[in-house]
């Protein structure tokens, strides 16, 4: 059932489309076009081939070790987009699991859960991400993936708690019970699929917010580490280059602005289409 209604939103929803193509071209490119371009991280020409501008040999010009731009634009988007979706996917399973006991289960459990979630949300999410980056010299891909999806439920968990104890009354609940369904199955079988309007809306919009913390960590160089390229610490690389070589940073900065243009068009019109409940 979910397939035609996805496929007509999308059909019915210019902006939708147009988020789509963005998304699939980025993802495209991050994916296919590392095996025709040279090594991100190769430094061939130290002596000539510094701050060349965009020309043929280099589409986008080369940095200040030579490194072609282009090559690491399009590997370094492999490990901003798995990096933005990972952490997406973990706080929107996090916040899912979370609201769906809380909204269920309601009185104590639901009490509990709530001031634990308000407790977290007085504390802001970039301040908890510098403290567990700070503390760590070198943080691997997956530890900043864990990082920024272990602060990122919170929002969701209200969400889909609140959804939760809207269906809780309606009748196919009702029915579950009385026909002697266990509580697991009432909440993996009856409710969660019926809170997969606002997961999708949050996880779009999830996304782009993680690729803006991802890319300011690593602006702050507490993200991704070299020689590993990402987008951020592209352009934290070219902080001192700005104005002699606006290109080294110009390119991860335009790849940084479509992607989050992108999800964020693609949320937001979802939620637009589902009623503007979720936001």
């Known amino acids: 059932m979910g397939t035609p209604v996805t496929s007509g939103i999308v059909r019915r929803t210019p902006s939708i489309r147009v988020g789509l193509f963005l998304l699939l071209a980025l993802g495209a490119a991050a994916l296919f076009l590392p095996h025709f371009l040279p090594d991100p991280r ?24 030579s490194r072609d731009v282009l090559a690491r634009l399009v590997y370094g988007g492999r490990v901003s987009l798995a990096i933005a979706l990972g952490a997406a996917v973990l706080a929107v399973t996090l916040g899912a699991g979370v609201g769906l006991v809380a909204g269920y289960a ?62 809780r009354t309606l009748e196919f609940v009702r029915a579950a019970r009385a026909l002697g369904a266990s509580h697991a199955r009432i909440l993996l079988r009856h409710l969660a699929p019926n809170v997969a309007g606002p997961l999708v809306v949050a996880t779009t919009l999830a996304v782009g917010d993680v690729m803006l913390l991802e890319a300011g960590l690593s602006y702050l160089g507490l993200g991704v580490q070299a020689p590993t390229p990402s987008w951020g610490s592209m352009i934290f690389d070219a902080k ?40």
């Open 240 to 279: 001192p280059y700005l104005v002699t070589a606006p290109w080294v940073a110009v390119a991860p900065g335009t790849a940084i602005l479509l992607g989050v243009f992108a999800v964020n068009l693609v949320g937001e019109s979802l939620n637009r289409r589902f009623g503007g409940r979720w936001t």
């Open 106 to 167: 309601g009185g104590r459990t639901d009490a509990a859960l709530m001031r634990v979630v308000d407790a977290a949300l007085a504390v802001p999410r970039l301040i908890l991400l510098l403290l567990v980056v700070a503390l760590l010299e070198r943080i691997p891909l997956w530890g900043l993936i864990l990082a920024i999806g272990a602060t990122g439920w919170l929002g969701t968990s209200r969400l889909v708690r609140a959804e939760t104890m809207r269906l």
């Open 42 to 65: 190769a430094q061939p020409d130290l002596v000539s081939g510094v701050l060349l501008p965009p020309g043929w040999s280099h589409p986008l010009g080369t940095d200040h070790l």
